[in-house]
């Protein structure tokens, strides 16, 4: 059975830093592309990163320059360090697959991340 379990959210400063962890059961992170998600107050998910199994990258514009989306093999786990931060980065941010695994995707619960003075 799958699980991603989001940890590392809370409170920060504009300008502030914070890194998520995304620890996996069930996949081996490194032979799927996984991605980190968010979902801010009344809008709709949007993709923030993503790292492939061959280790490339990919980031929304607007997070370009400012997130860094790694991962740990041995770990098995994937980070997502955030530097510089708006307040527009306030959201719930989930971790997924995004490469399906026997044709699913899954989520894990969410980790909030609220950036405010």
């Known amino acids: 059975q799958v699980q991603l379990v989001e940890s590392g959210g809370g409170l920060v400063r504009p300008g502030g830093s914070l890194t998520l962890s995304c620890a996996a059961s069930?996949?081996?992170?490194?032979?799927?592309?996984m991605g980190w998600h968010r979902q801010a107050p009344g809008q709709q998910r949007e993709l923030v990163a993503i790292?492939?199994?061959?280790?490339?990258?990919k980031y929304a514009d607007s997070v370009k320059g400012r997130f860094t989306i790694s991962r740990d093999n041995v770990k098995n786990t994937v980070y997502l360090e955030m530097n510089n931060m708006k307040p527009e980065d306030t959201a719930v941010y989930y971790c997924?697959?995004?490469?399906?695994?026997?044709?699913?995707?899954?989520w894990g619960k969410g980790a909030l991340v609220t950036v405010s003075s």
């Open positions: 790292i492939i199994n061959a280790g490339d990258t």
């Open positions: 997924g697959n995004t490469q399906p695994v026997d044709g699913v995707y899954y």
């Open positions: 069930g996949i081996n992170v490194r032979n799927y592309g």
